[in-house]
């Protein structure tokens, strides 16, 4: 163990893109192995030698600079993502753009044609929401 952590010192190591690299070469690697073309499967390692590179890399600094680029990019499209889920999950409410400033508005689901009210332009457009929930009993 002592002669991995001597051969390690000085050495960028795992992150983000990374990561990232590892899951890209697995997605190319399955996907290439449908194909009768056995050379052409050999692009599938070309995430993992690039991480291993970067991994064994001792020009820190030009690493970091690649990985903050790489978020640059990724933590938008991940919050994006996250968002929709979030919205797909909520039963609860209903979401619409206003059609004046493309804010996001929150409404309650189920209620019927309404008029929603812009809280920061105070435009007012009307959307239906579901029908009413009616309880029985």
């Known amino acids: ?17 990374g990561i990232a690299l590892i899951i890209l ?9 449908f194909l009768d073309v056995s050379y052409f499967r050999l692009l599938g390692y070309v995430p993992y030698l690039i991480f291993i590179f970067r ?12 990985n903050a680029v790489f978020l640059k990019y990724w933590n938008p499209a991940k919050a994006f993502f996250q968002k929709k889920k979030k919205q797909m999950d909520d ?4 979401y619409y753009k206003c ?8 409404v309650p689901s189920g209620r019927g044609k309404i008029e929603i ?3 920061y332009c105070q ?3 009307k ?11």
């Open 99 to 106: 059609p004046q400033c493309k804010h996001v508005l929150r």
């Open 91 to 94: 039963k609860d409410h209903k």
């Open 127 to 137: 959307k239906n929401t579901g029908s009413p929930k009616v309880d029985i009993g």
């Open 1 to 17: 163990m002592n002669r991995l952590q001597k051969f390690m010192i000085g050495r960028y190591g795992p992150d983000q893109l």
């Open 117 to 119: 009210s812009c809280p």
């Open 25 to 33: 070469g697995c997605v190319v690697t399955f996907v290439l192995s």
């Open 123 to 125: 435009t007012k457009f």
């Open 55 to 66: 991994f064994l890399s001792r020009d820190i600094e030009k690493r970091r600079k690649e």
